[in-house]
């Protein structure tokens, strides 16, 4: 188990939400209740977040930072980078597939979507806020975040981590419509 002051100094950044999007679709895709996919696909972003993803050291430049002043880092571009990067990636995939498969408006895809990046939503606005209330999920995120890398002792690259997790959403494309 991880002392209090592991997590709470826990270093990295999440796996793309576009990731959990897509898995999350795949998963309202092939389930009929609302619940279950939600239930499902928030356990699911768990499951996906144990696995390396080359954002370790990308996160220890985040995170390391006072919020205060992390404005004034240079860091802050590379995170800032990241994280928009993937936010308009999401908001044009969700828009393309929103305007172009009416499947995908099925509320059972809708809540299974919202359970497949709140995980990550709440790790944010704990971060944002120090919420007192999102403290323990915060921790328990972290965690399991790290779980399989600290057994590793080792994370991929950066370019590694992201060709891993294009490959990983480019699958789940794939799964939604030809499974």
């Known amino acids: 188990m991880y002392a209090?002051?592991?997590v709470d100094n826990c270093k990295h950044l999440n796996m793309f939400i576009t990731v959990?999007?897509?898995t999350a679709m795949v998963v309202?895709?092939?389930i009929q209740s609302a619940p279950l996919a939600f239930l499902i696909s928030f356990l699911l972003h768990f499951v996906f977040d144990i696995i390396p993803h080359g954002d370790k050291e990308l996160g220890k430049k985040?995170?390391?930072?006072d919020l205060r002043?992390?404005?004034?880092h240079d860091d802050f571009r590379a995170i800032a980078l990241y994280g928009t990067l993937d936010a308009c990636f999401l908001a044009v995939f969700l828009a393309f597939m929103f305007k172009n498969f009416a499947f995908v408006r099925d509320d059972t895809i809708i809540w299974a979507i919202i359970g497949g990046i709140l995980p990550d939503i709440l790790v944010a606005f704990y971060k944002l806020t120090n919420?007192?209330?999102l403290r323990w999920f915060y921790n328990l995120h972290n965690?399991?975040?790290?779980?399989l890398l600290d057994k590793m002792k080792k994370d991929l690259s950066v370019k590694l981590g992201i060709i891993w997790q294009a490959t990983v959403w480019l699958l789940m494309v794939f799964l939604l419509f030809y499974l």
């Open 4 to 6: 209090i002051s592991r």
């Open 20 to 22: 959990h999007a897509a």
């Open 28 to 30: 309202g895709s092939k």
């Open 62 to 65: 985040f995170f390391g930072l």
């Open 69 to 72: 002043k992390f404005r004034e």
């Open 131 to 133: 919420s007192k209330y």
């Open 143 to 147: 965690r399991n975040h790290l779980w």
